[in-house]
């Protein structure tokens, strides 16, 4: 099994950034595939970021450019850099992690881009 813990979300202004941090309760060595996805009220579910064992990172196309995903294999933690956020960004940011072909949520937190 892998546990999932997100932090680092919050209220930002526009323009402004973030970093979210996915600590992993196991080494990310052993996970095919970590990502990002958020959820906006009243939508779906969606990828923002993902990247797994031997490929190149990809993106959701309203984020590339602004995101950035990228791990610490020391600490088993799995982060996302948002910068220029846009009000459109907010949402709940939910990490996902592919394990022995299981997949584990995180719990969630929050990103609500607002003047």
């Known amino acids: 099994q892998v546990q999932l813990v997100e932090s680092g979300g919050g209220l930002v202004q526009p323009g402004g950034s973030l970093r979210l941090s996915c600590a992993a309760s196991?080494?990310?060595?052993?996970?095919?595939?970590m990502g990002w996805y958020r959820q906006a009220p009243g939508k779906q579910r969606e990828l923002v970021a993902r990247m797994s064992s031997g490929d190149s990172p990809n993106y959701a196309d309203s984020v590339k450019g602004r995101f950035t995903i990228s791990r610490d294999n020391a600490e088993n933690t799995v982060y996302l850099q948002m910068n220029s956020l846009k009000p459109e960004d907010t949402a709940v940011y939910y990490c996902?992690?592919?394990?022995?072909?299981?997949?584990?949520w995180g719990q969630g937190t929050q990103v609500t881009v607002s003047s």
């Open positions: 196991r080494s990310i060595f052993s996970i095919n595939s």
């Open positions: 996902k992690a592919v394990y022995r072909s299981r997949q584990y």
